[in-house]
């Protein structure tokens, strides 16, 4: 597997460089925006991308997204602030996780192993199409979503998030099972991260006949899946 490091603090990339090698990855690194996106956009295919927030040259956020215009590549975003409001931003930009420095390199390493467990277990080939109303198609067993015959790009927490409330569409989801049932016991990220992802949803889904996306807020309670 291919892992892309985008970090201007040397010490830091060489430790994380470091630890990847040991466990058999192949890694890249790219001390800016610039240079990461020349990476990515090489023939070189990333298995995951450890994306910095602040970069010289071009900001992390801005890295991710246009990343995301084309890829939907687990992107872990490392970031110095802690803060829920930086947090958020990043995974509003379309990454899947975020890691706060400084960091213990074991569990950089469990959060990197956790998220390509994720998306290789998308690929599990076994056949089942949800459909919402006439117009919203979600492939579980090759991870698309089409809206109006159009594929939709969801990043994959995004998608598990759909597929999940998709299930069921009877029940109300709090965002607390949200994040145990779709998003697994391992992620470790604020309730009102699900706020985020839902967000980017909508407005990814949404349309004249479906304003919302698909997804209700049930007030006091969380969400659910609508058909209008």
Partial sequence: MRILIVEDESAIAEVE???????????DVAADGLKALEFFNSE??????????????????????EIRRKS???????????????VISGLDAGADDYIVKPFSPKILMARIRSNLR????????FSQVIEVGDSLKIDVSNFTVKNNDEEISLTRNEFLILSKLAERPEKTWSRDE????ALGYEYD??????????????KKLAGPEHENGYILTVHGFGYRISEK
């Fill in 17 to 27: 460089k470091a630890y990847l090698e040991r466990d058999g990855y192949s890694v």
């Fill in 44 to 65: 070189a295919i990333y298995d995951l991308i450890l994306l910095d927030l602040m970069l010289p040259g071009m900001q992390g956020i801005d890295v991710c997204r």
């Fill in 72 to 86: 939907n590549v687990p992107i872990i975003m490392v970031t110095a602030r802690s803060g829920e409001v930086d």
């Fill in 118 to 125: 994720k998306s290789e277990s998308s690929d599990v080939a």
């Fill in 178 to 181: 949200l994040i145990t049932y």
């Fill in 189 to 202: 990220g604020f309730e009102r991260s699900i706020d985020s992802y839902i967000k980017n949803i909508r």
